[in-house]
């Protein structure tokens, strides 16, 4: 069973860097792509990064390009989003999610963790 | 910058159908977008609905389906209950790699 649990969420100074990560220790996690969406209090759902299985291709949102950066270790079935030059603007649940069998949708997510940037 | 639009918000009385719409600010959505519909209600992580324009993911009731109607992708909700109040998402995958959301629909049903 897919279970994605995420950490590392916080309160963070504008500015400031942060690593997220999300384990998944009970499935094949290194055969799929892995996700980061992020949901600003109140807002909707926003797409940030995609990571090919074996870590060689990554794809990123423009506002988040050059600050963020996503990375996976297979070997501890872990997924990674470095996150840097914080903003107020960042402030979100940052959920990971496993681009699925379904093909082109995100059939499993974590339950999300909170990053809040502020002063 | 490409942008998904969604519908705000609708209301459906128990029992209605409803029908959201996916569309791409500049163009057409069409199954090579890969529309996916993902149901979230406050506070709780998206639960995936439909996948590859009208496939259901398991679980999902027959109720909700998905289908391209002219240049936008729809999900459609017949004989809405109460507890499909929750907002809708659309998602589209673009062929650079990357994905868009719509910005959410919140469904009322009363």
């Known amino acids: 069973e897919v279970h994605l649990v995420e950490s590392g969420g916080g309160l963070v100074q504008p500015g400031g860097s942060l690593r997220l990560s999300c384990a998944d220790p009970g499935s094949t996690f290194s055969g799929y792509w892995m996700s980061w969406v992020r949901q600003a209090p109140g807002k909707g759902l926003e797409w940030l990064a995609n990571?090919?299985?074996?870590?060689?291709?990554?794809y990123y949102v423009d506002s988040v390009k050059g600050r963020f950066t996503i990375s996976r270790d297979n070997a501890k079935n872990s997924l990674y989003l470095q996150m840097s030059s914080l903003r107020a603007e960042d402030t979100a649940v940052y959920y990971c999610?496993?681009?699925?069998?379904?093909?082109?949708?995100?059939?499993?997510w974590g339950q999300g963790t909170l990053v809040t940037v502020s002063s | 910058q490409t942008v998904v639009t969604q519908e705000p918000s609708f209301s459906v009385s128990p029992g209605g159908t409803v029908t959201f719409t996916c569309g791409l600010s500049s163009g057409s959505v069409s199954a090579s977008d890969f529309p996916s519909w993902y149901q979230q209600t406050p506070g709780q992580t998206p639960r995936t609905l439909i996948y590859n324009t009208n496939t259901r993911s398991s679980g999902v009731p027959a109720r909700f389906s998905g289908s391209i109607l002219g240049n936008k992708a729809a999900l459609t909700i017949t004989g809405a209950q109460a507890d499909d109040d929750s907002d809708y998402y659309c998602?589209?995958?673009?062929?650079?790699?990357?994905?868009?959301f719509g910005g959410g629909t919140k469904l009322t049903v009363l």
């Open positions: 999610a496993r681009v699925g069998v379904c093909g082109y949708c995100f059939d499993y």
């Open positions: 998602v589209l995958y673009m062929s650079s790699g990357i994905w868009v």
């Open positions: 990571i090919k299985q074996d870590g060689s291709v990554k």
